[in-house]
């Protein structure tokens, strides 16, 4: 049985960082993870992914701000972030789903449906 547990979000002034971790059990370093995030009243977002190879997608408003990462000896996903700003404010939930091919994973992961998610960590950005 699949089980995601985020952990490590929280309150911070704008232009701090967090780091959010992900605990994974019964998802296996076949499975690609990813971030993804929802405002009050917004749709889910999607944040970064992560493939069963490493290789790492993300979103463009994100890119050098948002640092996705896995370590599959201890089945823990992390996203970094950086420079937060408010609009970055949300809860932010874990995803885990079996891998297909990398190009497939990169056309798909934004839009797909995942299959496992965890329950989200709040993290919010004001001054």
């Known amino acids: 049985q699949v089980q995601l547990v985020e952990s490590g979000g929280g309150s911070v002034q704008p232009g701090g960082s967090l780091r959010l971790s992900c605990a994974a059990s019964?998802?296996?370093?076949?499975?690609?993870m990813g971030w993804f995030r929802q405002a009050a009243g917004e749709g889910r977002e999607a944040v970064a992914a992560?493939?069963?190879?490493?290789?790492?997608a993300d979103i463009g408003s994100m890119k050098g701000r948002f640092t996705i990462s896995r370590d599959n000896a201890n089945n823990t996903l992390y996203l970094q972030m950086l420079s937060l700003n408010p609009e970055d404010t949300g809860m932010y939930y874990c995803?885990?789903?079996?891998?297909?091919?990398?190009?497939?994973?990169?056309?798909?992961?934004?839009?797909?449906?995942?299959?496992?998610w965890g329950q989200g960590t709040q993290v919010t950005v004001s001054s």
């Open positions: 995803a885990a789903d079996f891998c297909d091919s990398y190009w497939y994973f990169l056309l798909t992961w934004s839009s797909k449906e995942w299959a496992y």
């Open positions: 992560i493939h069963k190879d490493g290789q790492t």
């Open positions: 019964g998802v296996s370093s076949s499975y690609c």
